[in-house]
C-alpha cells in the first residue's frame, strides 16, 4: 500500500452515506492494515442511542474501501469487529497485491455517483431485473433486500411511517438534535444550511413540531415510489449492523450504477416499538435495518460534502 493508493481509497470509502451527513468514522492506517473506526463523537445519541445507525454507516464505507482495493487490483483481508476488548474498532482490512472481487471492483465507479435524496422520484418504473440484482447484492453480506409491494402494504408502512414521523418530531431532544446539524457554519459535513433556509430552518426544526407535514410528505413518497424495500438480517447485534451498512452499500452502488438513487424512511427504525411491528408485518425471522424509497430524483442533487482526509484518518509510521 502506497500513502497515494490508501489516500484516494479513504477519500472513496468516505463517500459512504451516513445520518444526517454525521460521516461517524475514523480510519487508523498503518503499514500493514486499515483498521475502521466508530466515532461516537459524531453520533446521534437521542436518535440513535445504541450506534446502529451510526455502525451501518461504518459498514457503508467499510464496503467503499474494499471496493476501490478491488479496483485497484487489490485481494482484501477483511476481520470484523476484531477485539473484544475494543468494541469502536469495526474491521482491520489488509489489501494486497492479487487476484481482486471482481464483483466488487464492478461496483467502484458508482462510488462517485451515488446519491441520497430527500425530494420526491420520478414514477419511472426501476429497469427490469434490477431489484433482483439488488437482492443479490445484499445477500453477498448476510443481508436480505425484501420489496414492499401491493397497495395494502405500501398503506400499512406510510402509516407506521406516518405515526413515527409525528413521535419522532414531538420529542424537542430529536428536533434539537436533528438541528444541530443544519448549520451556516458547515460546509463539510451535516445537512446543506443554505439549500434548507439555513439559520431560520434551523430555529424552526428545533423549536416547532412539524410532524403533521414531515408525515404526510412521506405518505406521499412512500405510496408513490417506484420502489419501497427494507434491508434486514438474521440477527440484531453490532456484527448485524456492520454486515447491513456493506449489504445496503452494495445496494446503493448497484443501483447508481443505473442512476437509480434513494431515499431514507428510518423513522419506525428508530422506535422500539414501531420496529417491532414493522419486523412482524415485513420481514418475519429477520430484523429489519434500513428502509428506502428507490427511483431517479426529480431534481438534480445538492453539492456533495465531505471532511477531508486528514480529518478523519491517521497515518501510523513504520
Known sequence: MTFVQVDAWLRLAALAPSPLNT???????????????????????????????RTIACGCALLNLRAAG????????????????????????????????AGLAALAPAIERRRSTRR???????????????????AAEGAGLLPVDGR??????AELIADADRRLHHDPAWRREQARWIHPGRTADGLPASRLGGRALRFLLGHFDFGGTSAGRDEVFVLHA???????TPGDEPLDWLRAGQALERVLLRAALQDIHAG????PLQLPDLRERLAA??????????????????????????????????????
Open 226 to 232: 417506484p420502489a419501497v424495500v427494507l434491508l434486514a
Open 281 to 318: 408485518a415485513f420481514t418475519p425471522g429477520r430484523m429489519p435495518q434500513v428502509c428506502l424509497r428507490l427511483g431517479r430524483p426529480v431534481d438534480p442533487p445538492d453539492p456533495r460534502r465531505r471532511r477531508p482526509v486528514a480529518e478523519f484518518a491517521e497515518f501510523v509510521p513504520a
Open 264 to 267: 431514507y424512511l428510518q423513522g
Open 70 to 101: 478491488a479496483a485497484s487490483g487489490c485481494d482484501e483481508a477483511v476481520e470484523l469487529l476484531p477485539d473484544p476488548a475494543s468494541p469502536g474498532l469495526l474491521a482491520r482490512v489488509r489489501l494486497t497485491e492479487g487476484p481482486p472481487d
Open 120 to 138: 420526491a422520484l420520478e414514477h419511472t418504473p426501476l429497469p427490469g431485473g434490477l431489484l433482483d440484482a439488488l437482492a443479490a447484492e445484499a
Open 152 to 157: 395494502a402494504a405500501r398503506e400499512a408502512l
Open 23 to 53: 460521516q461517524p468514522w475514523r480510519f487508523r492506517v498503518t503499514p500493514s492494515h486499515i483498521e475502521l473506526w466508530s466515532d461516537p463523537a459524531r453520533g446521534l445519541p437521542v436518535a440513535d442511542p445504541a450506534g446502529r445507525e
